[in-house]
């Protein structure tokens, strides 16, 4: 038997997938749709902040639900407070939680419950980063990086949701750190986290800066670019380098169906040339082990050896985002370069 809390509506708001495509503004709709109830094992959670991804672009695709035909919610990540449980959860209404699920941008979200990162409280949106984004930085370092103190390491997209993280673990590890973004805000929030040679690449080239600043070439390459990009970073490869590939953000750096280009090296003799290793990692595969990365990652944070940052776009004309309808302006936003950190969304008055 469900446990609820009182006075549950029954109507509420969600983002829906109307049609497959990567613009999210034309194949979204905000419809209204019956609160759902916890099935076992489950909890109802009203959600408290949403947050934006890249990964939801690929959602909208059907990458994420391969043979499931829309509509179906969008959204993949949130927080806020347990407010039904269903039979043989172990987690109580009242509880408050961050969350990985599909279909998460929505008023009330129906998940599995083995699934959620306890949270302290419901309204410091720095939580978020923990479902999806601290446990890929932490995880790919640790198995893929093989990091050794003394290295130089390269984080690309350094001040975002995944790379701050990056960097920070990277300069704990004892390496030196470079990051590359694209304003001068950014290089200033990444001197303030511990990186060594921020790269605003609106200003500087990071080839040239790689060549002349770095000539025994980079060590390790925390990379989630693509295109031109992974082009640099595998010609400025040290011998016995190693590059972890988390994603190609440049294509779909604009929201509006258009992509970068591919590649334009010839990646195999590149790596062979240098006895070097390209890795991917995805933490599908790696299930078991969540729990303990963001173990790891919340204890750094709650002993202030972990600064996150999460953003509302506060200083923007359309900002701060609050309500439902503002994740569109924050997925616009997100894809403006212009954000640090996690791209967040307040359902209520935080």
Known sequence: MATTAANLPAKMKEIQIVKLGDNFREVTKIVEVPV???????????????????SDILYTLGEHTPGVDPPFPAGLEGMGEI????????KKVGQTVAFFAHGAFREYVVVNDFTLVPTPNCTDPAY??????????????????????????????????????AV???????????????????????????????????????????????????????????GEMLDIALQN???????IVLGTTSAHSKNDGTKSAKPTVDVPSQ???????????????????????????????????LKLATDNGEK??????????????????????????KVVISMGDQ
Do not use: W
Not at 44 to 50: A, E, R
Not at 133 to 161: D, F, M, P, W, Y
Not at 237 to 243: P, Q, T
């Open 36 to 54: 759902p109830k916890p099935g076992p094992r489950q909890v109802v959670i009203k959600t408290s902040f949403l947050a934006v991804n890249i």
């Open 83 to 90: 407010v039904a449980v269903g039979r043989g959860s172990t």
């Open 128 to 165: 978020l980063v923990f479902p999806v984004s601290a446990i890929t930085a932490s995880a790919a370092l640790e198995k893929k990086g093989n990091l050794q103190r003394g290295e130089t390491v390269l984080v690309t997209a350094a001040a975002g949701a995944v790379g701050h993280i």
């Open 168 to 226: 920070q673990l990277a300069k704990a590890a004892g390496c030196r750190v470079i990051g590359t973004c694209s304003s001068d805000d950014k290089v200033a929030y990444l001197k303030s986290i511990g990186c060594d040679r921020p790269i605003n690449y609106n200003k500087e080239s990071v080839a040239d800066v790689l060549k002349r600043e770095y000539p025994k070439g980079i060590n390790t390459v925390f990379e989630s670019v693509g």
């Open 237 to 243: 490869l040290a011998f016995f380098g190693r590059i």
């Open 271 to 305: 790596l062979l040339l240098k006895s070097a290793d390209m890795n991917t990692l995805n933490m599908v595969y790696y299930k078991s082990e969540i729990p303990k990365y963001i173990q790891q990652t919340i204890s750094l944070y709650q002993s202030k050896k």
């Open 316 to 341: 923007e004309e359309y900002g701060p985002f609050r309500g439902l309808e503002k994740v569109y302006d924050a997925m616009d936003y997100m894809f403006s370069k212009k954000s640090i950190g």
